[in-house]
């Protein structure tokens, strides 16, 4: 059967997951403008029956994208986003960022992208270089970054969205020809400058991101990235073979944006890892070096360790004998990788699957937070079919490809890098040794006085608002309202009057966790809501959620306020959070479709703080 | 068996233009396909391209009203390619 028609007959039987699987796989073999409208139009079948994050995306442009537009929702699609684009006027980007009336702003997108060319926006240093004075090369470099200023500053006045900036693409034959190196400044120089400013705008707001054009260009060289006829006929720059490379870089945006990003990469060792087979093979056998073909798997490695620095967990997953695979990961000289960069190893005979849901329970994420690597095509099918959330990532038999291959998947993107994220790695190990201090005590309440913890309460800062905004993205489980905020929305709620953003900072006798709990409330005639109240998962279980709510009680009594009120808002995920009104003396006072609404009558009741946490409170300044 | 190019053709017009295969024939042209205006042309263009690996020239593209002419044309850049 021809896949198209499989495809019909899986979604017509009611097999949404073998559907966006054979979806999915169709995707991978023929990506391109043939099979993205098929792929949108099967896709928006399966809505009712499979969870795709819905997200609103502006495209503002200086040039032709239209074509662009399909390859881009099917492999979002594909990625498991459902997005729905309003693309701006040709070259109309201006006026529909300064205008707050606007089809942009009505749009009201949670996500925009600025694609403007050097040769759109300025034209004089695009293709009049030779005739510029070095004044009017100064003036002209001003000018466009101060157009770029003004059109992020007025975009964050009107929209909390997420921004896209692309920065300019260099000329590949500058007008001088090669007197242009020779030159000072440069014609790229120029250019170079004006993406230097570019970057100080974009990091001056919250929420705005760099794109850079020119790398994206440079990677798949520019006389093959550009098409003149396509630009002279049709304003579109770009060849029909890349208008897909376009798609992805976006992709790897809006795959953080979504949350929709891998939290661990569980990894296979033998030939994955190593070339060869260690159990039969032996230390001197495996291919693992600096020559090839083990500088492959070498690549492979500090590609992994890249990963592994960005907070993103590690864990292995193997067929082997446990001694075989310690030995060669403790001792193996060409390892860069080794057993303290895992926070889980599942080496043994079982089945991979189950030691997947194993290293997903052992690291406290759910299975769909998990990445797996394998060269082994039957491996990845099985866990396809039975872990279909799993990122399951496709491999060709080609060893000297996995390092790319690993770099050019968009679930490993990051957009902020917090300290947490780089410690977190760390967290992990230490975990491990207090898991092991937990199980010599022989009461729970001597575990929690051994662990010393300190949690530090303090309003949201403008240097904390990060770290505050993508906890909302990413909790799930110790989440009661899971209401996900950006940081611009966030600066927004804490300047309303009567609401409150506060932080949550843990430390202990193993080491600083740094922000991990997040409080958002408002006071509401004689009572305080609770709107947000979630605990990053790798501190549930020790009481630090009673700590925080008992000083949620005293502030709102303080306040001269009655009752604390709170929701919670059942989830697939966040069973954890389900009993902890009750558990603190809320009673129900009502229940709808979404979820039940809990009060705590504060006349009455009483919220100690746990004896071993010591709570302090900082004041802090508002972002 | 070999696919034919028109069956190609009718499929990559069949996805862009969001029409089942067996409503588009040689006939099929923005006359009588709802969603071929022209910024669907130059997708369809684009589609060509990628799925025959071959470029198509302005006044080509300018030649292609019907899907008939689109199969006629490319048939010939293939014999002249020798593929």
């Known amino acids: 059967m021809q896949p198209r028609e499989e495809i019909d007959r899986l979604i017509t039987s009611g097999d949404a997951t073998g559907a966006s699987r054979c979806l999915a796989e169709l995707w991978q073999r023929e990506p391109g403008s043939a099979v993205a409208s098929f792929l949108t139009s099967r896709y928006e079948?399966?809505?009712?029956?499979?969870?795709?994050?819905?997200?609103?995306?502006?495209?503002l442009r200086s040039f032709t994208l239209e074509p662009v537009v399909p390859l881009l929702r099917a492999a979002a699609f594909v990625a498991g986003i459902?997005?729905?684009?309003?693309?701006?006027?040709?070259?109309?980007?201006?006026?529909?960022?300064?205008?707050?009336?606007?089809?942009?702003?009505?749009?009201?997108?949670?996500?925009?992208?600025?694609?403007?060319?050097?040769?759109?926006?300025?034209?004089?240093?695009?293709?009049?270089?030779?005739?510029?004075?070095?004044?009017?090369?100064?003036?002209?470099?001003?000018?466009?970054?101060?157009?770029?200023?003004?059109?992020?500053?007025?975009?964050?006045?009107?929209?909390?969205?997420?921004?896209?900036?692309?920065t300019l693409e260099y000329p590949p034959t500058p007008s001088l020809g090669v007197l242009d190196a020779q030159s000072d400044p440069s014609q790229s120089d120029a250019i170079r400058q004006i993406n230097h400013g570019l970057r100080a705008v974009c990091r001056a707001h919250h929420g705005v991101y760099l794109l850079d054009y020119g790398a994206l260009i440079a990677r798949h060289g520019f006389s093959h990235w550009h098409d003149e006829t396509k630009w002279l006929t049709a304003r579109?720059?770009?060849?029909a073979a890349h208008l897909i490379h376009l798609a992805q870089e976006w992709l790897r945006f809006l795959v953080p944006l979504t949350g929709r990003t891998a939290k661990a990469l569980v990894v296979d060792l033998d030939n994955t890892l190593w070339g060869g087979v260690i159990g039969e093979d032996g230390m001197q056998g495996v291919r693992l070096g600096q020559e090839y073909p083990g500088a492959a798997y070498q690549a492979l490695q500090r590609a992994l360790l890249d990963l592994h620095r960005k907070g993103i967990l590690l864990a292995v997953c193997s067929?082997?004998?446990?001694?075989?695979?310690?030995?060669?990961l403790e001792n193996h000289p060409g390892?860069?990788?080794?057993?303290?960069?895992?926070a889980a190893m599942r080496i043994n005979w079982g089945d991979k699957q189950q030691s997947l849901r194993e290293i997903a329970a052992e690291l406290n994420v759910g299975t769909d937070a998990l990445a797996f690597l394998d060269d082994n095509p039957i491996e990845r099918a099985q866990i396809r079919s039975a872990l279909p959330e799993v990122t399951v990532i496709e491999l060709s038999g080609d060893p000297a490809t996995y390092a790319d291959t690993v770099r050019d998947s968009p679930v490993f993107e990051r957009l902020t890098l917090s300290e947490e994220d780089r410690l977190r790695t760390t967290f992990y190990s230490t975990e491990q040794e207090r898991s092991r201090a937990e199980q010599s005590f022989t009461s729970k309440e001597d575990f929690f006085r051994s662990l010393e913890q300190e949690a530090e309460v303090a309003p949201v800062t403008p240097a904390t608002l990060a770290r505050v905004s993508q906890l909302t993205q990413k909790t799930n489980q110790f989440n009661l309202t899971t209401r996900r905020y950006r940081e611009p929305q966030i600066t927004e709620i804490a300047d309303r009057p009567g609401w409150q953003v506060v932080s949550l900072r843990l430390r202990d006798r193993y080491g600083d966790h740094g922000l991990v709990g997040v409080a958002i409330t408002h006071a509401d005639g004689t009572s305080c809501e609770i709107d947000t109240f979630l605990l990053s998962c790798r501190v549930i279980g020790r009481t630090v959620e009673s700590a925080f709510l008992s000083h949620l009680v005293e502030h709102a009594r303080a306040a001269g306020l009655t009752a604390l009120r709170g929701w919670f808002l059942p989830t697939r995920k966040n069973a954890p959070a389900k009993n902890f009104f009750a558990h603190h003396g809320f009673t129900q006072e009502s229940s709808n479709g979404d979820g039940s609404l809990w009060v705590l009558d504060l006349q009455k009741a009483r919220i100690a703080c746990p004896e071993w946490v010591k709570l302090r409170i900082l004041p802090g300044d508002k972002p | 068996m070999t696919t034919?190019?028109?069956?190609?053709?009718?499929?990559?017009?069949?996805?862009?233009?969001?029409?089942?295969?067996?409503?588009i024939s040689a006939s099929s042209s923005s006359e009588n396909v709802d969603r071929w205006d022209s910024i669907q042309h130059l997708s369809f263009v684009l589609a060509l391209e990628e799925t025959f690996q071959l470029q198509l020239s302005p006044e080509e593209t300018e030649r292609i009203r019907k899907v008939g002419d689109a199969v006629k044309l490319i048939e010939e850049k293939l014999a002249a390619a020798g593929r």
Request: net charge negative.
């Open chain 1, 82 to 166: 459902d997005l729905t684009v309003h693309l701006g006027d040709f070259n109309a980007y201006p006026q529909e960022i300064l205008d707050a009336t606007s089809s942009l702003y009505s749009f009201a997108p949670d996500t925009a992208i600025l694609a403007v060319q050097t040769r759109d926006v300025a034209p004089e240093l695009w293709d009049g270089y030779a005739d510029l004075k070095p004044d009017a090369v100064t003036a002209s470099i001003a000018r466009v970054i101060d157009s770029f200023q003004s059109w992020v500053k007025v975009f964050r006045q009107h929209s909390p969205a997420n921004l896209i900036v692309h």
């Open chain 1, 319 to 328: 067929k082997n004998n446990l001694e075989d695979a310690m030995e060669a």
């Open chain 2, 4 to 23: 034919t190019v028109f069956e190609r053709v009718r499929s990559v017009a069949s996805d862009v233009f969001g029409v089942a295969p067996e409503g």
């Open chain 1, 45 to 59: 079948k399966l809505r009712g029956t499979k969870h795709f994050t819905a997200h609103r995306l502006a495209l």
């Open chain 1, 236 to 239: 579109m720059p770009i060849a």
């Open chain 1, 335 to 342: 390892m860069l990788l080794r057993p303290e960069h895992f």
